[in-house]
């Protein structure tokens, strides 16, 4: 059964740093696309970032870049988001996600199939 734990969600001020963590267990990670979403406060969940497993391609949406840092470590299952200038407007509730890949980029996977596993979210608030 897959299962993804987040943890490190935290209070931090604005242009703090904060580092998440998705711990993955049931599957490896190879063939799988692992993503961070968020979901703010009467906000859709939105994507913010993915890394493959296979190859470590890396995707970020355009208000996170240059922040936001998606790694892994396929030895320990696991993939970190550092997040870094952190801004009001980045407060919300943080969850990993895996998604298979069958076909297809990456990246389109991401952003047009549906993940088979989602995390139980981490909360993260910027606040002064």
């Known amino acids: 059964q897959l299962q993804l734990v987040e943890a490190g969600g935290g209070l931090v001020q604005p242009g703090g740093s904060l580092t998440l963590s998705c711990t993955a267990s049931?599957?490896?990670?190879?063939?799988?696309?692992i993503g961070w979403f968020r979901q703010a406060p009467g906000q859709e969940r939105e994507g913010v970032t993915c890394?493959?497993?296979?190859?470590?391609?890396?995707h970020y949406v355009e208000s996170v870049k240059g922040r936001f840092t998606i790694s892994k470590d396929n030895a320990k299952n696991n993939v970190y988001l550092r997040m870094s200038g952190l801004k009001f407007e980045d407060t919300g509730v943080y969850y990993c996600?895996?998604?298979?890949?069958?076909?297809?980029?990456?990246?389109?996977?991401?952003?047009?199939?549906?993940?088979?596993?989602w995390g139980q979210g981490t909360q993260v608030t910027v606040s002064s």
């Open positions: 996600a895996a998604t298979r890949v069958y076909g297809g980029t990456p990246l389109w996977v991401f952003e047009n199939v549906e993940p088979n596993a």
């Open positions: 049931g599957f490896t990670m190879d063939y799988y696309v």
């Open positions: 890394i493959y497993g296979l190859d470590g391609s890396k």
